[in-house]
């Protein structure tokens, strides 16, 4: 027996590595309702922890390689950027003073859209918070295509938080652990989102393939979808928010599998092959620090304003209103009003009686006095009578010339 | 192409390296799998724990320890993606014990034989790889042949640069 084993005990240590390993994979595996194999999306206790443990073995020296590569870089780029940079200071300060302002108001217009969204019953979600950290490693094959991320737990990550760029969506956070946490890529082959053709409203999944490219499935195939078109986020898988950038159309390509579908390929909106800082959502719920609560309450003041001016305009415009004649006389009763006179087919309305007549009022007999000015005249009211061209005499016109 | 048994190759011609080697060119490697893809991109055609794990296998010339260290490699590997741990370790487990198994009967001083054998070894992993998890576990994870290739070249290229290198810090009696 022992002669047996020192012959065969390297196959042996072979044979039971395998069969340990091919168990521990039969355990991670399950086979869904379709009769497909697919891995546990939540790794058990054990796996968990060898994933730890590789993490805690990986992590420091990627850390430390990163962290050299970052400050070698600001070193060039801060020697670079030295000219000039006390003007760009300043006029950046000029901007976030007033993208301060702007955001309060914003961040209100915001707040009342929720509002109405809520009203309306929708289920869209804002961006409040988010949280930079940098991507630090890789899984180190094509077939994962997963990367890491320098701040995990300890930071208030948690998993199934998006990541983004200015750019576009990146992915998702999968599994977090104290210091890092592992994020699934967009293009990775078993991840998933919800998009939506910016152009055409036509929503699809994302995902990516084999060679690392974004694809959107199980569309119907449509010729109103060309290269070119964006695709946003269309906010219904509870990862990333409504609306944020995932690409464009770079070609259609007809489904191998099912005849009427297509396959949308797109071209990334982030450069998911060079990621070095990303933001993380960590909340879609606002949480003003004070700075920005104190901008918001500027932002508030000034609306309520601007609010009190216009209504004095308003106030003013009405009051004018009221003291400038009108068609309507409130003397005469409803049926007596000029306006309902239908015997006049354009009724003007009788001139108004002055307080003071001169000579240049309808109707009145200019008179002239002795010292060459005009006479006051009666306050008796003028007869239609007198209404006689009796302004064609000039003589009166001119009393200058006789005295 | 040198032939000798086996018996006298492994008593004659077994290497011996410094303990932290064994720690730290493997950690190394493992790091740099995961670091230097975000550097490259799509062109990080390489698996530097297979070329680790091989070379070890090579040297020592001892199935046991080929197989062990393949298993732990490979593990690791699987533990930095986000699939099944095992996959990898399955396809380095055997891989480790194959290049230990050759390494005792074929000549492998020769860059041409040790080039070859990484190339080839490099394939045949990939193979196990698709095995595993396609036939064993059924899972439908889509691996293009010709990224495979490049692979294999990559490794076979990163072994004719770092086997030597490897070679000078072995102990010589």
């Known amino acids: 027996m022992e002669s047996a084993f020192s012959r065969y005990r390297n196959l042996i240590v072979l044979f039971a590595l395998l069969v340990a390993q091919i168990l521990g994979l039969a355990m991670q595996v399950r086979r869904t309702g379709e009769g497909i194999s697919t891995a546990n999306p939540k790794d058990a206790s054990g796996v968990r922890l060898i994933r730890l443990w590789a993490q805690l073995l990986v992590a420091p020296p990627e850390r430390a390689i990163h962290s050299t590569k970052i400050t070698a870089v600001e070193l060039w780029q801060n020697y670079i950027d030295l000219r000039q940079v006390r003007r760009q200071n300043q006029n950046l300060q000029d901007t976030i003073d007033r993208l301060r302002l702007e955001q309060a108001s914003l961040l209100e217009d915001a707040r009342q859209g929720q509002r109405l969204q809520a009203l309306l019953d929708f289920q869209h979600r804002y961006i409040y918070s988010t949280l930079a950290a940098q991507a630090i490693g890789s899984s180190g094959t094509d077939q994962s295509r997963v990367f890491y991320l320098d701040k995990g737990s300890n930071y208030g990550l948690k998993p199934d938080m998006a990541v983004i760029t200015a750019d576009g969506i990146v992915g998702k956070v999968r599994e977090v652990f104290p210091r890092t946490a592992q994020v699934l890529a967009i293009n990775d082959q078993t991840s998933g989102a919800g998009v939506i053709l910016a152009t055409t409203r036509i929503r699809g999944i994302l995902t990516g393939n084999a060679d690392g490219q974004l694809e959107i499935v199980g569309i119907l195939a449509d010729e109103r979808i060309k290269p070119g078109e964006k695709v946003l986020t269309a906010g219904g898988d509870l990862v990333f928010p409504r609306g944020l950038p995932v690409g464009e159309v770079e070609k259609v390509v007809r489904d191998p599998d099912r005849d009427a579908f297509i396959d949308v390929i797109l071209k990334p909106a982030a450069h998911l092959g060079s990621l070095d800082e990303v933001l993380v959502i960590t909340s879609t719920e606002p949480h003003l620090s004070p700075v920005q609560q104190q901008d918001l309450a500027t932002s508030e003041a000034v609306k309520g304003d601007e609010a009190e001016a216009i209504k004095d305009q308003l106030k003013a415009s009405e009051i004018m209103a009221e003291r400038l004649p009108g068609l309507i006389n409130p003397n005469l009763p409803p049926d007596q009003q000029p306006l309902l006179d239908t015997s006049k087919p354009n009724p003007a309305a009788p001139p108004p009686q002055p307080l003071h007549p001169d000579r240049f009022t309808p109707g009145a007999n200019p008179q002239t006095s002795p010292d060459g000015e005009d006479a006051p005249n009666s306050a008796a009211p003028v007869e239609p009578q007198s209404a006689k061209p009796q302004t064609a005499k000039p003589q009166t016109a001119k009393p200058e010339r006789n005295p | ?173």
Do not use: C, K
């Not at chain 2, 040198?2 to 077994?14: D, M, P, Q």
């Not at chain 2, 720690?23 to 493992?30: E, I, M």
């Not at chain 2, 320890?65 to 990898?88: C, F, K, R, S």
């Open chain 2, 1 to 173: 192409m040198s032939v000798l048994g086996a018996g006298s190759r492994r008593e004659l011609e077994i290497r011996r390296y410094p303990l932290l080697l064994y720690a730290l060119v493997p950690l190394a490697s493992l790091v740099l799998q995961a670091w230097l893809p975000r550097v490259l991109g799509r062109y990080a055609w390489f698996d530097l724990p297979l070329v680790v794990t091989i070379y070890f296998a090579l040297g020592r010339r001892s199935p046991i320890q080929g197989t062990v260290m393949g298993a732990i490699m490979g593990l690791l590997e699987d533990a930095l993606t986000h699939h099944a741990i095992g996959i990898n370790g399955v396809a380095l487990t055997v891989v480790g014990f194959v290049a230990a198994s050759l390494g005792v009967r074929v000549a492998v001083e020769n860059h041409t034989i040790r080039l070859a054998l990484i190339f080839l070894l490099s394939l045949f992993s990939s193979a196990i790889v698709i095995f595993t998890s396609r036939v064993l576990l059924g899972l439908d994870l889509d691996l293009h042949w010709f990224a495979e290739l490049l692979r294999a070249i990559g490794n076979s290229l990163i072994a004719m640069v770092l086997f030597p290198l490897l070679d000078r810090l072995q102990i010589r009696e």
